[in-house]
C-alpha cells in the first residue's frame, strides 16, 4: 500500500510560484494513477492534476489552472510534484496528492471517490 505526505505549500502573493511536493512510500509507486486535488474551506474537494504511472499521459482540470501548473512526477524518487506559477487568490486552499489504480479516463481519474490513498494536505495561500 502506498503512503502519501505532501509538503511545498504556503503564503505567496498573487503572481508568485510554489512547488509541491508528494513523498510516496510503498511498493510499485509506478503503477498508480496520482493526482492533486484541492479544497478550500467549506467547499467539496476538486480534481486539479493527474498524471500516469509512465508520465506519457497528464490531464489538468481546465483552462484556468493549464498553462500555469505542471504535474510531473519522479518514479526513481517516488514523489510527485505540482508546479504552480502566476498563483492567484483563487487558487487558495489546501492540495492533496492521491493514489488510484490505473485507468486513463476523464470521468473515472477527475473524481475524488476513485482514489483510494490519500495524503494530510498542505494549505496553500494566495495573498493580492
Known amino acids: 500500500q502506498v503512503q502519501l505526505v505532501e509538503s511545498g505549500g504556503g503564503m505567496v502573493q498573487s503572481g508568485g510560484s510554489l512547488r509541491l511536493s508528494c513523498a510516496a512510500s510503498?511498493?510499485?509507486?509506478?503503477?498508480?494513477?496520482m493526482a492533486w486535488f484541492r479544497q478550500d474551506a467549506g467547499k467539496e474537494r476538486v480534481f486539479v492534476a493527474v498524471i500516469s504511472g509512465t508520465s506519457r499521459s497528464f490531464d489538468y482540470a481546465n483552462s484556468a489552472v493549464r498553462g500555469r501548473f505542471t504535474i510531473s512526477r519522479d518514479s526513481a524518487m517516488n514523489t510527485l510534484y505540482l508546479q504552480m506559477n502566476n498563483l492567484k487568490p483563487e487558487d487558495t486552499a489546501v492540495y492533496f496528492c492521491a493514489a488510484a489504480p490505473f485507468l486513463w479516463l476523464r470521468t473515472y481519474y477527475s473524481q475524488a471517490e476513485k482514489y483510494n490513498v490519500w495524503g494530510r494536505g498542505t494549505q496553500v495561500t494566495v495573498f493580492s
Open positions: 510503498g511498493r510499485d509507486f509506478s503503477r498508480y494513477l
